[in-house]
């Protein structure tokens, strides 16, 4: 069974440039959420994709925004980047369903803006 | 989500169990309490999580009081790799969806040999 994966480990971006993280899914997960976590914090959630549909959001500006793709697999996108983005960005995949879900975390994606 | 209290840090002896509290005296019938850990700059990893009763896995075990107001993650025999920060997140039944994890501070677990 393979875990969640994200791409690419490390990033580095100037101020005002977009950037694209992406995250595949452990297998037979349905539901992907996205949190951001600056240093010395706890992450923050941004937003869920859930049958490719946003499903909750978190307090991010919409310069935030995310894709999810038939295989359930994900992208974050983040538009014209300030100084405050730098961050590690996490993607957490669960399988939706009654009840409750456990979410599963990747190793995470270290942004840094310039 | 009920919020929830921890303390900031504790200090464990290698080999000894690691007991760490949570206090979440706002949880209502339905929400769960899930712990996470986090090692240094990798992503949270999922320990345990329950309802009411007590739970044990391969990792530790989870002890809620009967009141549902504070619970206890039990670490058997710490070891050197168990230093990380705990984080104890109380959540909501899921809606179609799921219900996001809201982390607090979490508790930095020092074990030393």
């Known amino acids: 069974e393979t875990g969640v994966t994200q791409s690419p480990t490390h990033l580095i971006k100037t101020r005002g440039q977009q950037v694209t993280l992406r995250c595949s899914s452990q297998?037979?997960?349905?539901?992907v959420s996205w949190y951001q976590q600056a240093l010395g914090q706890g992450p923050q959630f941004i937003f869920q994709?859930?049958?490719?549909?946003?499903?909750g959001r978190g307090n991010f500006p919409p310069r935030f925004s995310g894709l999810q793709f038939p295989n359930y697999s994900s992208e974050l996108n983040v538009n014209a980047l300030e100084l405050d983005d730098s961050a590690l960005y996490l993607c957490?995949?669960?399988?939706?369903?009654?009840?409750?879900?456990?979410?599963?975390f990747g190793p995470g994606t270290r942004l840094t803006v310039l | 989500d009920a919020k929830t209290t921890q303390p900031p840090s504790m200090d464990c002896a290698e080999g000894r169990a690691a007991n760490l509290p949570c206090n979440h005296s706002t949880i209502s019938g339905n929400e769960y309490v899930y712990w996470y850990r986090q090692i240094h700059s990798q992503g949270p990893q999922y320990i345990i999580h329950g309802l009411k009763n007590n739970e044990t896995n391969e990792m530790a075990s989870l002890i809620i009081t009967e009141d549902r107001k504070s619970s206890t993650l039990i670490l058997p025999h710490a070891t050197l790799r168990d230093t990380a920060v705990y984080y104890c997140?109380?959540?909501?039944?899921?809606?179609?969806?799921?219900?996001?994890?809201?982390f607090g501070k979490g508790t930095t677990l020092s074990v030393s040999s």
């Open positions: 997140i109380v959540r909501g039944l899921m809606n179609q969806a799921g219900t996001a994890l809201i």
């Open positions: 297998s037979g997960h349905n539901t």
């Open positions: 994709y859930y049958r490719e549909e946003e499903n």
């Open positions: 957490a995949s669960s399988l939706s369903g009654p009840g409750t879900d456990t979410q599963y």
